[in-house]
Protein backbone atom coordinates (compact mmCIF):
# COMPACT_ATOMS: atom_id res chain seq x y z
CA UNK A 1 0.00 0.00 0.00
CA UNK A 2 0.96 3.55 -0.67
CA UNK A 3 -0.35 5.39 2.18
CA UNK A 4 0.55 8.26 4.48
CA UNK A 5 2.69 7.78 7.71
CA UNK A 6 2.04 11.00 10.55
CA UNK A 7 5.74 12.53 11.55
CA UNK A 8 4.36 16.16 12.57
CA UNK A 9 4.52 17.39 16.48
CA UNK A 10 1.26 18.05 17.94
CA UNK A 11 -1.07 20.16 15.73
CA UNK A 12 1.50 20.55 13.57
CA UNK A 13 1.05 17.60 11.27
CA UNK A 14 3.07 16.44 8.34
CA UNK A 15 3.22 12.88 6.19
CA UNK A 16 5.89 10.80 4.66
CA UNK A 17 4.02 9.19 1.59
CA UNK A 18 5.31 5.75 2.03
CA UNK A 19 5.21 2.30 0.65
CA UNK A 20 4.75 -0.96 2.88
CA UNK A 21 2.85 -4.12 3.23
CA UNK A 22 -1.21 -3.55 3.66
CA UNK A 23 -1.13 -5.56 6.59
CA UNK A 24 1.57 -3.34 8.50
CA UNK A 25 0.79 -0.48 10.37
CA UNK A 26 2.06 2.83 9.20
CA UNK A 27 3.98 3.54 12.67
CA UNK A 28 5.55 0.33 12.59
CA UNK A 29 8.90 1.59 11.12
CA UNK A 30 8.93 -1.20 8.17
CA UNK A 31 9.00 0.68 5.40
CA UNK A 32 10.09 -0.51 1.50
CA UNK A 33 10.17 2.89 0.44
CA UNK A 34 9.58 6.13 1.31
CA UNK A 35 8.69 7.94 -1.54
CA UNK A 36 7.65 11.36 -0.93
CA UNK A 37 6.31 14.20 1.82
CA UNK A 38 3.12 16.03 2.27
CA UNK A 39 2.25 19.09 4.35
CA UNK A 40 -0.97 19.64 4.68
CA UNK A 41 -0.85 23.53 6.36
CA UNK A 42 1.54 24.42 3.64
CA UNK A 43 0.91 22.22 1.05
CA UNK A 44 3.85 21.40 0.28
CA UNK A 45 4.20 18.23 -1.72
CA UNK A 46 7.58 16.48 -2.80
CA UNK A 47 6.95 12.82 -4.88
CA UNK A 48 9.36 11.02 -6.22
CA UNK A 49 6.79 10.30 -9.24
CA UNK A 50 8.61 7.47 -11.26
CA UNK A 51 9.03 5.48 -8.11
CA UNK A 52 5.18 5.68 -7.67
CA UNK A 53 4.08 5.03 -10.95
CA UNK A 54 6.64 1.92 -11.20
CA UNK A 55 4.91 0.55 -7.95
CA UNK A 56 1.43 1.48 -9.28
CA UNK A 57 2.43 -0.88 -11.76
CA UNK A 58 3.60 -3.69 -9.62
CA UNK A 59 -0.06 -3.77 -8.00
CA UNK A 60 0.27 -1.43 -5.10
CA UNK A 61 -2.76 0.44 -3.95
CA UNK A 62 -2.76 3.53 -2.82
CA UNK A 63 -5.29 4.77 -0.28
CA UNK A 64 -7.82 7.32 -1.11
CA UNK A 65 -6.38 10.45 0.47
CA UNK A 66 -3.36 9.40 -1.10
CA UNK A 67 -5.01 8.45 -4.18
CA UNK A 68 -6.39 11.90 -4.22
CA UNK A 69 -3.48 13.55 -4.07
CA UNK A 70 -1.56 11.84 -6.63
CA UNK A 71 -4.77 13.28 -9.03
CA UNK A 72 -3.82 16.44 -8.03
CA UNK A 73 0.03 16.25 -8.69
CA UNK A 74 -0.65 14.71 -12.10
CA UNK A 75 1.00 11.89 -11.15
CA UNK A 76 -1.61 9.46 -12.27
CA UNK A 77 -5.17 10.29 -14.36
CA UNK A 78 -8.61 9.21 -12.95
CA UNK A 79 -11.62 10.26 -11.15
CA UNK A 80 -11.18 11.58 -7.30
CA UNK A 81 -12.69 8.97 -4.72
CA UNK A 82 -14.65 10.06 -2.19
CA UNK A 83 -13.05 9.95 1.10
CA UNK A 84 -15.51 9.82 3.57
CA UNK A 85 -18.56 8.22 2.46
CA UNK A 86 -19.84 6.30 5.42
CA UNK A 87 -21.38 9.36 6.82
CA UNK A 88 -23.20 10.47 4.33
CA UNK A 89 -24.44 7.23 3.60
CA UNK A 90 -25.64 6.58 7.32
CA UNK A 91 -27.65 9.65 7.01
CA UNK A 92 -29.51 8.94 4.10
CA UNK A 93 -29.65 5.21 5.32
CA UNK A 94 -31.75 6.55 8.51
CA UNK A 95 -33.81 8.58 6.48
CA UNK A 96 -34.92 6.28 4.12
CA UNK A 97 -35.61 3.90 7.27
CA UNK A 98 -37.60 6.86 9.10
CA UNK A 99 -39.54 7.28 6.52
CA UNK A 100 -40.31 3.47 5.77
CA UNK A 101 -41.54 2.77 8.73
CA UNK A 102 -43.37 5.80 8.77
CA UNK A 103 -45.35 4.83 5.91
CA UNK A 104 -45.35 0.96 6.39
CA UNK A 105 -47.12 2.05 9.65
CA UNK A 106 -49.63 4.27 8.03
CA UNK A 107 -50.08 1.20 5.78
CA UNK A 108 -51.37 -0.85 8.24
CA UNK A 109 -53.07 1.51 10.13
CA UNK A 110 -55.27 2.11 6.73
CA UNK A 111 -55.48 -1.92 6.06
CA UNK A 112 -56.03 -3.11 9.72
CA UNK A 113 -59.47 -2.24 9.53
CA UNK A 114 -60.33 -3.77 5.85
CA UNK A 115 -58.40 -7.23 6.83
CA UNK A 116 -59.95 -7.54 10.04
CA UNK A 117 -63.47 -8.60 8.49
CA UNK A 118 -62.42 -10.99 5.74
CA UNK A 119 -60.58 -12.65 8.40
CA UNK A 120 -63.65 -12.92 10.15
CA UNK A 121 -65.46 -14.49 7.21
CA UNK A 122 -62.55 -16.58 5.81
CA UNK A 123 -61.80 -18.50 9.57
CA UNK A 124 -64.46 -21.10 8.83
CA UNK A 125 -63.78 -21.78 5.96
CA UNK A 126 -60.02 -22.47 6.79
CA UNK A 127 -60.63 -24.46 9.96
CA UNK A 128 -62.80 -27.09 8.36
CA UNK A 129 -59.91 -28.00 6.38
CA UNK A 130 -57.45 -28.24 8.88
CA UNK A 131 -60.51 -29.92 11.21
CA UNK A 132 -60.00 -33.01 7.92
CA UNK A 133 -56.47 -33.25 8.13
CA UNK A 134 -55.93 -33.64 11.47
CA UNK A 135 -57.74 -37.06 12.17
CA UNK A 136 -55.62 -38.26 9.22
CA UNK A 137 -52.50 -37.42 10.06
CA UNK A 138 -52.89 -37.82 14.27
CA UNK A 139 -53.68 -42.09 14.17
CA UNK A 140 -50.20 -43.06 12.63
CA UNK A 141 -48.61 -41.49 15.54
CA UNK A 142 -51.18 -42.96 18.17
CA UNK A 143 -50.00 -46.00 16.69
CA UNK A 144 -46.31 -45.90 16.91
CA UNK A 145 -47.35 -44.46 20.84
CA UNK A 146 -49.72 -47.84 21.06
CA UNK A 147 -46.81 -50.10 19.46
CA UNK A 148 -44.34 -48.68 21.83
CA UNK A 149 -46.50 -49.54 24.89
CA UNK A 150 -47.27 -52.34 24.19
CA UNK A 151 -43.43 -53.36 23.94
CA UNK A 152 -43.35 -52.09 27.23
CA UNK A 153 -46.23 -54.26 28.49
CA UNK A 154 -44.69 -57.06 26.71
CA UNK A 155 -41.07 -56.37 28.77
CA UNK A 156 -42.79 -55.78 31.62
CA UNK A 157 -44.83 -58.83 31.70
CA UNK A 158 -41.61 -61.53 31.57
CA UNK A 159 -40.00 -59.53 34.06
CA UNK A 160 -42.63 -60.45 36.50
Given amino acids: MIRFQRI ?6 AFRISLLEKARAA ?3 RVTEQLGTYNPKTKAVTLKADRVKYW ?14 LLAQGVIEGKKINVLPKKTVQKKE ?3 TKTTQE ?3 E ?3 KTAPTTETPKEES ?3 TTEPVAEATPESTPAPKETVSDTSEATQAKESPAT
Avoid at 8 to 13: A, L, S
Fill in 56 to 69: LSQGAQATDSVHNL
Fill in 94 to 96: EEE
Fill in 103 to 105: STS
Fill in 107 to 109: ETA
Fill in 123 to 125: APS
Fill in 27 to 29: KSG
Fill in 8 to 13: GRKNDP
